[in-house]
């Protein structure tokens, strides 16, 4: 008997997935991987693009039949989900299946600040969550000669919760390179009270720390209501001015999907028998209530989950499916240096993240790590 396994999304997710797949399943078995495109980029490169330390091209991935070998690339664009039949409606058609794992990341929604489309069309605000966007925020802040840059994180959750605090760290390490960091004013902008609040309040205060040594403003539990020309407006009336904004624009689950998928904690099996979520697509609470951060790591972590748990629902033998909760991160000072959280995300009742000191040896491992994951997939 045949089986039809799809996978959602050429993220580092659904790649990472449908080659545990191939490995684990029959030759008998297909596995299907769905995306728009198949080009896509490191979320990891996407920092340093905005520093000058990568070119848009050198951080592209371009998955080939050759990098997946066994591996049906469907290019096509994701409509609809219907999650209870397993099957997926396509621009080129209806897919039917066995077995089917969700990773179709997630969307960035600029229009749901009022004013904030409007800011980025101007050119008067940026951002670093696409390829496009980082290369030309950097041409923004290389221009930048005085006033105040204003680094916003407009809505929770987002994708990669220290990615809001490197870009306001490297951007001022780049402003230190053009010479002008004296004459412009750093603040980051968060509706949490803290950084990184998932890793808990040692975590963020040693974040507000390295922000605050880099002579950087860190104001927590500030919601925005709106952007206009120049100024920021949050809830309660607090209005502050800036001269160039860099945002996380707010994110929103893939229209195909409807909302978040929510997972079980060990497996990410979702309600519907047969499917699964990983990556920035799935929702996965944490003992103390909050959600697993939207990271690379973790749905890299959970691709031998699922492959496991998809060949046992496929009448194969597989080990038991089980998430260990383990992670981490590195926080991008700039000057190449890097400090590390890692910790146990699923311990209770709250994660356990230790974060270690900067390091220009973090710095190289991080290097390293993108560069193991360009030559897989650009094979």
């Known amino acids: 008997m045949t089986n039809t396994v799809v996978v959602l999304g050429a993220g580092a997710g659904g790649l990472t997935v449908a080659e545990a797949l191939r490995e684990r399943l029959p030759d008998a078995d297909r596995v299907l991987l ?3 495109s198949f080009d896509g980029v490191l979320g990891l490169s996407l920092l340093w693009v905005m520093r000058g330390w990568r070119t ?90 005085r006033g105040r840059l204003a680094v916003l994180v407009a809505r929770v959750p987002f994708k990669c919760p220290a ?18 960091r004296d004459q412009v004013t750093v603040d980051v902008f968060t509706p949490d009270p803290l950084p990184m609040p998932v890793a808990g309040p040692a975590v963020g205060r040693a974040l507000v720390g390295m922000l605050t040594q880099s002579g950087i403003g860190f104001h927590g ?17 607090v209005r502050e001015r800036y001269d160039l904004l860099a945002v ?13 998928l929510p997972v079980a904690p060990r497996t ?62 590195y926080i991008e000072l700039g000057d190449r240096i890097s400090a590390k959280g890692e910790g146990d995300f699923l311990r209770e ?14 710095h190289e491992e991080k290097a390293d790590q993108e560069g193991n994951w360009l030559k897989r997939w650009n094979a």
């Open 268 to 329: 990410f099996a979702t309600a519907t028998a047969g499917v699964w979520a990983i990556g920035d697509a799935s929702a996965l609470i944490l003992p103390n209530g909050k959600p697993l951060p939207k990271a690379a790591v973790f749905a890299e972590g959970a691709a031998d989950v699922v492959a496991n748990g998809v060949a046992r629902h496929l009448g194969h033998e597989a080990p038991d499916p089980w998430f260990d909760g383990r992670g981490a991160c």
């Open 34 to 36: 769905v995306d728009r």
């Open 221 to 237: 539990q500030h919601t925005i209501e709106s952007v206009s020309d120049g100024e920021l407006v949050f809830a309660g009336g």
């Open 349 to 362: 009742p709250a994660p356990e993240v230790t974060l270690f000191d900067p390091s220009p040896l973090f």
């Open 163 to 180: 990615a809001p605090f490197e870009g306001a760290l490297l951007a001022a390490d780049l402003l230190t390179e053009t010479g002008v």
């Open 56 to 145: 848009p091209e050198k951080v592209r991935v371009r998955p080939t039949p050759e990098s997946l070998p066994g591996v049906e690339m469907i290019r096509a664009t994701v409509e609809r989900v219907d999650l209870d039949t397993r099957r997926v409606h396509t621009d080129s058609g209806v897919l039917d299946c066995d077995a089917l794992v969700v990773a179709l990341g997630a969307e960035l929604d600029a229009g749901a600040v009022p004013g904030l489309t409007e800011a980025l069309d101007s050119g008067r605000a940026g951002e670093f969550y696409t390829l496009g966007g980082a290369a030309a925020m950097r041409e923004k802040l290389t221009a930048l000669r």
């Open 248 to 260: 996380v624009p707010p994110h929103r689950p893939p229209a195909a999907l409807g909302g978040w």
